[in-house]
C-alpha cells in the first residue's frame, strides 16, 4: 500500500519494522519513524542499525505527527492503536486532510474511526484485511476526496468486494463478536447499548 511513496512517515513505529523495510525497498523514499516512548525508539534505532539502514530513517520521539517536517509526507502510516488514538493523531495534524495517502490500521472503534474520517473531509478509498499468525487485521487506505469516486462509508463496504478468506472470517469475526456483545448488554439490562448493537448487527448482517 506504501509503494511509491516519496515522503514515508511511521507513526507508532515500535521496533521500526515497517520503516527499515522501506528503506531496504524504496530507495528514493525520506522516512520518517515516530513513538511516543524512547524505549521503542531505542529498540528501532538498533535494528536499523543491524540492518544497515539506520543512516536512511528520521527517528522521533513524539506524539503522533508532532515532528519537524511530517507535514511533507506524502504517505502516513499509524497503525497498531486504537481508533480514537489515530482520530486524535490526525486532529491534531490537520494538514492530513491533504495528504496523499494515509493507511490506517485501527485495533478497535473501527466504525467509529470510519465515521470520523468521514465527518472531517477524509475519504476511506479502500480496506482490506490481512491474516498474520492467526490474528486479522484491518487496513483502511485515506485518499484526497475526488467527488467521481463512490463515498463508502465503512471499511466493511470495501472488504465485502475482496474475494479473500481473511476479509469473509473478518465479517463473521465482527458478527460473531455483536452478537456475544448483545447478550452481555441484554443480561445487563443496558437497552441503549443493545439497541445500538442490534443496528451494527443489522449492518453486519446484510453484507
Ligand atoms: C502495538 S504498537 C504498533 C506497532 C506497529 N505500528 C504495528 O502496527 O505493528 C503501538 C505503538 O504505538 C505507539 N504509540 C501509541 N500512541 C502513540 C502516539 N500518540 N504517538 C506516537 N506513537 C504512539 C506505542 O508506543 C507503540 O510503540
Redesign the pocket.
Known sequence: MAEGGKVIS??????G??PIYFAQNFQAAKIFA????Q??INVAKENAKAQGVYSRINFFC?????FPDASLSDTV?????GGE?IA??LQRAKWTVNCERLIL?P?TKYDELCIWLFKNGYMLKDANVICEDGRL?LLLLIGALDSKEPKLLFAEDYIIKKESLACENWIKDRIKRTNKAIFGANKAKDNERSAKLTELLDRLLKY
Not at 10 to 15: E, F, I, L, N, R
Not at 62 to 66: A, E, H, N
Request: aromatic residues 4%; proline residues 3%.
Open positions: 511511521d507513526v507508532g513505529t515500535d521496533h519494522l515497517l515516530a513513538d511516543l516512548r524505549g521503542p513524539c506524539d503522533g505527527l508532532d502510516i499509524i497503525s497498531g492503536m488514538t486524535g493523531i490500521g485495533q487485521y
